[in-house]
């Protein structure tokens, strides 16, 4: 089956880093395009990144440009997202997905994990 899981998360300060990773299993994960998403209490889930299965495209939603990078590594099989000059607005559940192709885009394979927890307090 195709599985991707979600792991890095943790409290960090504001202005702090993290790098959380996506991992996959089952399939070969140069095939596909991975997006990460998030998911703050009470709002709705938003894109924040995409990588397409070659790594030769990204994209970032604004709020995240210049901060976040995502990268791959597909001979480890894993996507990664650093996350720099976090702000608290970026509080949230990470998660990340695969899509439906090599290309970034809006239709998406296998389905929602358990994501990681990102926190940005003081």
């Known amino acids: 089956q195709l599985k991707l899981v979600e792991s890095g998360g943790a409290l960090v300060q504001p202005g702090g880093s993290l790098r959380l990773s996506c991992a996959a299993s089952?399939?070969?994960?140069?095939?596909?395009?991975i997006g990460w998403f998030r998911q703050a209490p009470g709002k709705e889930r938003e894109g924040v990144s995409c990588?397409?299965?070659?790594?030769?495209?990204?994209k970032y939603a604004d709020s995240v440009k210049g901060r976040f990078l995502i990268s791959r590594d597909n001979a480890k099989n894993t996507v990664y997202l650093q996350m720099n000059s976090l702000k608290p607005d970026d509080t949230a559940v990470y998660y990340c997905?695969?899509?439906?192709?090599?290309?970034?885009?809006?239709?998406?394979?296998?389905?929602w994990g358990q994501g990681t927890q990102v926190t940005v307090s003081s």
């Open positions: 089952g399939f070969t994960l140069d095939t596909y395009a």
């Open positions: 990588i397409s299965g070659s790594g030769d495209s990204t």
């Open positions: 997905r695969a899509n439906f192709g090599a290309r970034c885009g809006t239709l998406f394979v296998g389905s």
